[in-house]
């Protein structure tokens, strides 16, 4: 055994190793927060390219970071590339089923060209993930809305003599103009 002196410098070099340990980890989760924080502030910036750019660079690093992922996807979609957006939030869906942000996104992307069907599966997706995510509750509405117009639309053009479905259209309609942003 060694002198009590020696036990003592012993555990102190064996708690400052520890605190440094401690003190890495918290800087190293600092300094991703302050990733993700920069990329959110160029997306909100608009500023693409330089977004994109510090996305790619981390997810070369870390290329199943779900969290740069998802903002990789918001660029790619800011920057007019709405199918490169949608297979970056496909993949990202199945590597991470149980996260509900890529499917409601994907959801939206969806929805924004009319493909409603497909829409309201990954809406299910992320319901069933969280079932408590208020937005894609709240999209989920709009798509029920959506293919509600389309149904009374089919229904018109199937007996265009019947005004009813043409006043269930206009009134749906109505609804989601009255509750858009």
Same mark, same amino acid.
């Given at each position: 055994?060694?002198?009590?002196d +020696?036990?003592?410098l012993?555990?102190?070099?064996?708690?400052?190793?520890?605190?440094?340990?401690?003190?890495?980890?918290?800087f190293?989760a600092?300094?991703?927060a302050?990733?993700?924080?920069?990329?959110?502030r160029l997306?909100l910036?608009?500023?693409w390219?330089?977004a994109?750019?510090?996305?790619?660079k981390?997810l070369?690093?870390?290329?199943?970071d779900?969290?740069?992922?998802?903002l990789?996807?918001?660029?790619?979609?800011g920057q007019g590339?709405?199918?490169a957006?949608?297979?970056t939030?496909?993949?990202?869906s199945?590597?991470f089923p149980?996260?509900p942000e890529?499917?409601?996104?994907?959801?939206?992307l969806?929805?924004?060209?009319?493909r409603?069907?497909?829409a309201?599966?990954?809406?299910q997706?992320?319901?069933r993930?969280?079932p408590d995510?208020a937005?894609?509750l709240?999209?989920?509405?709009?798509v029920?809305?959506?293919?509600?117009i389309?149904a009374?639309q089919?229904?018109n053009r199937?007996?265009?003599?019947?005004?009813?479905t043409?006043?269930?259209?206009?009134?749906?309609?109505q609804?989601?103009?009255? +509750?858009?942003?």
């Amino acid at each position: 055994m060694g002198s009590p002196d +020696s036990i003592l410098l012993a555990r102190m070099q064996s708690l400052l190793t520890f605190v440094l340990s401690c003190l890495l980890l918290a800087f190293s989760a600092s300094a991703k927060a302050d990733i993700y924080s920069e990329v959110n502030r160029l997306v909100l910036a608009e500023q693409w390219s330089s977004a994109q750019s510090q996305a790619e660079k981390h997810l070369k690093t870390q290329p199943t970071d779900p969290q740069m992922r998802l903002l990789l996807s918001r660029i790619q979609d800011g920057q007019g590339q709405a199918a490169a957006a949608m297979a970056t939030l496909q993949t990202l869906s199945q590597s991470f089923p149980e996260l509900p942000e890529p499917h409601n996104n994907l959801a939206a992307l969806l929805a924004r060209q009319n493909r409603y069907a497909e829409a309201l599966v990954s809406l299910q997706a992320a319901i069933r993930a969280r079932p408590d995510y208020a937005t894609a509750l709240e999209n989920l509405g709009d798509v029920y809305l959506a293919l509600a117009i389309e149904a009374y639309q089919n229904a018109n053009r199937a007996m265009p003599s019947q005004p009813r479905t043409t006043n269930k259209r206009l009134a749906v309609e109505q609804v989601l103009k009255s +509750s858009a942003p």
